[in-house]
């Protein structure tokens, strides 16, 4: 049983404001490729809008790509903010605010949550993906299913803890993001 010595232990909370930076995060940060994506498809339909009958305008390409990308971002914020403010709205449970405590131990942790009655063991090996951004660590379960941890609910002691445990236990799938 001495896999199950606990090593350390959080007690984070959600507000809402954690839900929509959370959602900015998955959204464009989650996959690397998302950005440079959207940088190529606004700049491909940008080169093909240029071309006129009397060739490629270079200020034409500049002007829209400029507001193909402006589009592509607005339109993606706000169905972020559209879901963000729905998800806020119908929350019946109380999860917003409500604690979760978290427990480290050396093959898994448990998630406990008080107002969903629930707790839950995860094996590290199972964990489908870890990032860290300049806020937050967001574990995900799986391709939809994630935890969110606010390093403001966590001292640098622990902070270090947790970095080096997901590191070590999981590897290529730890993830640091670094936001603009």
């Known amino acids: 049983m001495d896999e199950k010595n606990l090593l350390f232990s959080i007690e984070t909370r959600i507000e809402g404001k954690d839900y ?37 305008s270079i200020s034409a390409f500049l002007v829209f790509w400029l507001v193909l990308l402006l589009v592509g971002i607005a339109s993606t914020a706000f169905q972020i903010e559209r879901k963000n403010k729905v998800r806020i709205k119908t929350d019946k449970t109380g999860t917003f605010g409500a604690v979760n405590e978290l427990l480290f131990f050396e093959n898994e942790f448990e998630v406990n949550s008080e107002v969903l009655k629930s707790q839950s063991t995860i094996e590290y090996e199972k964990i489908y993906q870890v990032l860290e951004s300049k806020d937050y660590f967001i574990v995900y379960f799986n391709a939809n299913q994630a935890a969110i941890v606010r390093k403001e609910d966590m001292d640098i002691d622990i902070e270090l803890k947790f970095r080096d445990l997901f590191e070590r236990k999981i590897g290529k799938k730890y993830l640091k993001i670094n936001m603009i």
């Open 20 to 56: 929509r930076k959370f959602l900015y995060i998955a959204t464009f940060f989650r996959k690397k490729m998302v950005i440079p994506m959207i940088l190529l498809l606004s700049g491909a339909m940008a080169y093909l809008l240029s071309i006129s009958e009397n060739g490629f």
